[in-house]
Every structure is written in C-alpha cells, then in structure tokens.
C-alpha cells in the first residue's frame, strides 16, 4: 500500500539555521508529493508541491525535490526564522487513488 | 475569496451529549473529508465524501456520523457512542480526480472538549 514516512520530530534549531526535513515514500503507480505546514491552533496549509520525478517545489523559502530514485521529497530551507516553528506534513496521492496518505508530521521550534 | 468554514472554533460538550460540528465550503469542491487530530499525532481519516448524499467511513468511523445533503456542506456529528471525542477536528476538500494537481483545502478546525 502507500504511505509516508518522515523523520521523528521535535527538531529544534536557532534562527537562521539550515533545516531539512526528511520524507520518504510508498507508493504504486505515480505519486504527486506534497508538503503542508500546521501552524499552533490553526489547519493545514500547502506549503509546495511537485507532481513528477525531478520536479522542485518551492515556496516562502522552502524547497523539496521529487527524487524518484530514492523515493524522497526532503524539505529543506536555508535559513529558518521563528515564525516558521509549526508542523510540516508530508503527504501523497496517487491520481487513482481516492485520499491522501499522510505522514505523521514533524514538529518544528524555532529558537531566536 | 474561495475556502473552507469551520465553525465554532472552540466547543464544549458534556458527556453523554451528541454535537454537531459544521464545515462549509465555497470552492465547488466535490470531494470533502473530517479528519482527527490528537496531541502530538497526525491525521487520522474518519469520513469522506465524493459526491453529494453519498460518503465512506473512513479508519475511525466509529462513534461519529455525517451527512452531505449539499455539496458545499458536510456536517460532522459526534456521538455519544465516540468514547474518547476530545480532539482538534479538521475539515478539508478537494476535487474529485484531481487531487493529485492540486491537493487538498482544510478549514481551520474546531477543537472539541468534553467536560
């Protein structure tokens, strides 16, 4: 079946800091891969996306590549302020499949 | 601007009580989900729904129940049959076929407590 996993949080690091987060995936067929950021009270919001192999999604700083080789989609961001503290999600879907699989998120602090 | 409403934000039940959470969107969205969410832990899956007076459960049906009389509604009804309901509840939608384009849209919640 499909899933999604991602590296155990909490990740703590000081402003200005490089972050990367991992994910890596299951998946039959084609998956489109995403991230989503949770902020503290708040829902999910999509962060980037890529819907192929090789693709590069970017946003607000943030990068993650579709790496169908080592099925990867790591988020990555070269300097980290304290708003981005929250929880990143890592998710697919397969453009057969019925729902999302989400990861079980990584909780992110920023320190100043 | 097009997005999902979840309302109240905050709600208090008692025990013993049903409540009804409400999710609307104006997206023309046909595919609407509720998902679960504890502290510290992820989503989890509890209803869904492709198309309007038709829905799945999902991995936690139990306890819970729903209806999508309209398309931009899909009301969430916690029972008093869910023995633990205390939890932040999300909403969120889609469109149908093309979720791998474009993903899903959450509303912002309702956090759920029983007291």
């Known amino acids: 079946g499909n899933s999604v996993t991602q590296m155990e949080g909490p990740v703590t690091l000081s402003e200005e800091a490089f972050l990367t987060i991992n994910c890596t995936y299951t998946a039959t067929g084609y998956p489109s891969l995403f991230w989503y950021v949770q902020y503290p009270g708040e829902g999910l919001q999509l962060l980037l996306k890529?819907?192929?192999?090789?693709d590069k999604g970017s946003n607000k700083g943030f990068e993650a590549t579709y790496r169908k080789e080592t099925t990867s989609f790591h988020l990555e961001k070269g300097s980290v302020q304290v708003s981005d503290s929250a929880v990143y999600f890592c998710a697919l879907s397969v453009s057969s499949g019925q729902n999302f699989v989400f990861g079980p998120g990584t909780r992110l602090s920023v320190l100043p | 601007d097009g997005g999902i409403t979840q309302s109240p934000k905050y709600l208090f039940r008692k025990e013993g009580q049903n409540v009804t959470l409400s999710c609307e969107q104006n997206l023309n969205h046909d595919a609407m989900y509720w998902y679960r969410q504890d502290p510290g832990q992820g989503l989890r899956l509890i209803y869904y729904s492709q198309i309007v007076n038709d829905f799945q459960k999902g991995d936690i049906a139990e306890g819970y129940s729903v209806s999508r009389e309209k398309k931009e509604s899909f009301p969430l009804t916690v029972t008093s049959a869910q023995k633990n309901p205390t939890a932040f509840y999300l909403c969120a939608s889609s469109r149908t076929g093309d979720t791998a384009s474009y993903g899903y849209t959450f509303g912002s919640g309702t956090r759920l407590t029983v007291v």
């Open positions: 890529a819907t192929k192999a090789d």
